[in-house]
């Protein structure tokens, strides 16, 4: 009965040092091609920085409100695994109505300190005011939350971007989507290997007490 179960837990052993070899391996391509993408974006900027200028793509482009495009989420999985995956907001004014608006309509009065004025003047500057108000049109201030906080990066650089501005562009969103595959498969390899490790002990044990099993049939 001891033999049996040395071997069914060898037989576990090797199936689960096979998956793990697998998951490395996957993982070292997955990296592999994460370096390459990230390179083959930073070079393709490089390139719209040389025809474009590089006072055009620079930080100084960047909208004044920014939300971003990807979401990550993150659930950890029965068997203690954690999976990362990532959704794409979909570009949409509708999703500026819920920023809290900002006016630009200068300073107000709650901050300006007040002076002591004669009564007289303080009588003309309201009529005058008054009179102002009535002949001036009445002007709504502008909200900044009206513009897109979700627009289109590229968009920041201007309406007709390079080819290799898009190209950046499309790697560093293959970059984004691979990360989180990446992160999927590192915590998976991490429960291989402790299960890897676990299994290696209770095998070591098992070995042990048929070895000492025989060892006291022989005896007897």
Same mark, same amino acid.
């Given at each position: 009965?001891?033999?049996?179960?040395?071997?069914?837990?060898?037989?576990?052993?090797? @199936?689960?040092?096979?998956?793990?070899? *697998? &998951?490395?391996?996957?993982?070292?391509? %997955?990296?592999?091609?994460?370096?390459?993408?990230?390179? &083959?974006?930073?070079?393709?900027? !490089?390139?719209? +920085?040389?025809?474009?200028?590089?006072?055009?793509?620079?930080?100084?482009?960047?909208?004044?409100?920014?939300?971003?495009?990807?979401?990550?989420?993150?659930?950890?999985?029965?068997? @203690?695994?954690?999976?990362?995956?990532?959704? +794409?907001?979909?570009?949409? %004014?509708?999703? @500026? %109505?819920?920023?809290?608006?900002? #006016?630009?309509?200068?300073?107000?009065?709650?901050?300006? +300190?007040?002076?002591?004025?004669?009564?007289?003047?303080?009588?003309?500057? #309201?009529?005058? *005011?008054?009179?102002?108000?009535?002949?001036?049109?009445?002007?709504?201030?502008?909200?900044?939350?009206?513009?897109?906080? &979700?627009? *289109?990066?590229?968009?920041?650089?201007?309406?007709?971007?390079?080819? /290799?501005?898009?190209?950046?562009? !499309? /790697?560093?969103?293959?970059?984004?989507?691979?990360?989180?595959?990446?992160?999927?498969? $590192?915590?998976?390899?991490?429960? /291989?290997?402790?299960?890897?490790?676990?299994?290696?002990?209770?095998?070591?044990?098992? $070995?042990?007490?048929? !070895?000492?099993?025989?060892?006291?049939?022989?005896?007897?």
């Amino acid at each position: 009965m001891g033999i049996s179960e040395l071997e069914e837990s060898s037989l576990s052993l090797d @199936g689960k040092l096979l998956r793990f070899m *697998d &998951q490395l391996e996957l993982l070292e391509e %997955k990296r592999a091609t994460l370096n390459s993408l990230i390179e &083959q974006g930073w070079f393709t900027m !490089s390139k719209a +920085r040389y025809s474009m200028g590089n006072k055009q793509v620079s930080a100084l482009q960047y909208a004044s409100e920014i939300e971003p495009l990807v979401c990550v989420h993150a659930r950890t999985l029965k068997n @203690g695994e954690v999976d990362f995956c990532t959704e +794409r907001v979909k570009q949409s %004014k509708e999703s @500026g %109505k819920d920023v809290t608006s900002i #006016e630009d309509i200068g300073p107000q009065e709650e901050g300006v +300190r007040r002076r002591n004025k004669p009564q007289k003047d303080i009588t003309e500057k #309201e009529a005058n *005011d008054k009179a102002r108000s009535q002949k001036a049109p009445e002007v709504t201030p502008v909200k900044r939350s009206d513009q897109n906080p &979700q627009q *289109d990066p590229l968009k920041w650089f201007g309406i007709l971007v390079p080819q /290799s501005l898009k190209q950046a562009q !499309s /790697s560093f969103k293959q970059v984004i989507e691979l990360s989180a595959e990446i992160a999927t498969l $590192q915590t998976a390899v991490l429960n /291989s290997r402790r299960e890897l490790r676990n299994s290696m002990n209770d095998k070591h044990v098992l $070995q042990k007490t048929t !070895s000492a099993a025989q060892m006291d049939k022989v005896a007897d």
